[in-house]
């Protein structure tokens, strides 16, 4: 097999995940790199922080693959005066190259609810929560079957089994004894699937960043019950799925590059505190 350019990668990863697919609002693509480098190793990540960037300097990375944006709303300067600008200036400094794919991935078949899916036991068709002009196939979030059903309190410690840790866990909102047949999912922050959510049959939507008065008024409705996880917990689980792909794609053009999937943490919470708890 021959060695890949940058240029190839994205291709590549245009391929799985076609920009096309995201929001308008959206910034995916390549953040910085020059195309024609060599690229042997790549990591994959959810966040663009700094913590990220000093792995893939200490696993000699060319290419960072992150989830979520650096530059969501966009920058008029890259100034080393902001943690931004200084992942920048450390990433072009050190031939580190960065791709972003957020809710392009989000949409893909399989993208970033699928792995959610199938971390939290999911094993069998699965249709998209809210379908994509693009595809029948593709869209927002995930729904399907258990092979058995649970109890919400069995299925959330499936849930907890399946999912990284993370200070604060799962929250679930619920009859502990309910039955759990028909699940739904979605990566990141959910709040505008919860109508979806109950238009789809589900017991019980698993996602993250709820508010309050919008899962009190989905629950006080009668809606499916709700888990809460970590936003970084639910999209971690696209990471191994993007490079396991990424790979299988490349090979199929002859070219051959080493992936690494980041374990770090880097959901913001890093503890929690009780009332009697020590």
């Known amino acids: 097999m021959s060695r890949s350019t940058l240029k190839d990668v994205v291709a590549a990863l245009e391929t799985l995940y076609d920009p096309a697919w995201a929001e308008p609002w959206d910034a995916v693509g390549l953040v910085c790199g020059d195309p024609d480098?060599?690229?042997?190793?790549?990591?994959?990540?959810?966040?663009?922080?700094?913590?990220?960037?000093?792995?893939?300097?200490?696993?000699?990375?060319?290419?960072?693959?992150?989830?979520?944006?650096?530059?969501?709303?966009?920058?008029?300067s890259v100034a080393a005066d902001t943690f931004k600008g200084r992942v920048i200036h450390t990433l072009i400094?050190?031939?580190?190259?960065?791709?972003?794919?957020?809710?392009?991935?989000?949409?893909?078949?399989?993208?970033?609810?699928d792995a959610l899916a199938r971390a939290v036991g999911l094993e069998g068709e699965l249709t998209p929560?809210?379908?994509?002009?693009?595809?029948?196939?593709?869209?927002?979030?995930?729904?399907?079957?258990?092979?058995?059903p649970l109890t919400l309190a069995a299925f959330a410690e499936r849930a907890a089994a399946g999912l990284p840790v993370t200070p604060g866990g799962l929250r679930v909102a619920g009859d502990p004894g309910r039955e759990i047949r028909r699940?739904?999912?979605?990566?990141?922050?959910?709040?505008?699937?919860?109508?979806?959510?109950?238009a789809a049959g589900a017991d019980v939507f698993?996602?993250?960043?709820?508010?309050?008065?919008?899962?009190?008024?989905?629950?006080?409705?009668?809606?499916?019950?709700?888990?809460?996880?970590?936003?970084?917990?639910?999209?971690?689980?696209?990471?191994?799925?993007?490079?396991?792909?990424?790979t299988s794609q490349l090979a199929r053009r002859g070219v051959n590059v080493e992936t690494h999937v980041s374990s770090r943490v880097t959901d913001a919470w890093t503890t929690t505190a009780q009332r009697g708890m020590k």
Do not use: C, Q
Not at 94 to 110: F, K
């Open 37 to 76: 480098r060599p690229v042997t190793r790549v990591m994959f990540a959810v966040d663009p922080v700094a913590a990220v960037v000093d792995e893939a300097l200490a696993r000699r990375a060319d290419l960072i693959v992150t989830h979520h944006p650096l530059y969501l709303k966009g920058t008029t």
């Open 93 to 113: 400094r050190n031939d580190i190259a960065l791709y972003t794919a957020h809710t392009n991935a989000d949409t893909a078949n399989p993208g970033v609810s």
């Open 183 to 198: 699940v739904a999912v979605s990566g990141g922050a959910g709040d505008s699937l919860l109508g979806a959510a109950r």
């Open 206 to 246: 698993l996602t993250a960043d709820l508010r309050h008065h919008p899962a009190s008024e989905h629950m006080e409705a009668g809606g499916p019950a709700l888990i809460d996880a970590a936003h970084w917990a639910t999209e971690w689980p696209w990471l191994a799925d993007a490079a396991a792909l990424l």
């Open 129 to 148: 929560l809210s379908p994509s002009p693009y595809g029948t196939s593709l869209g927002i979030g995930r729904v399907g079957d258990l092979a058995t």
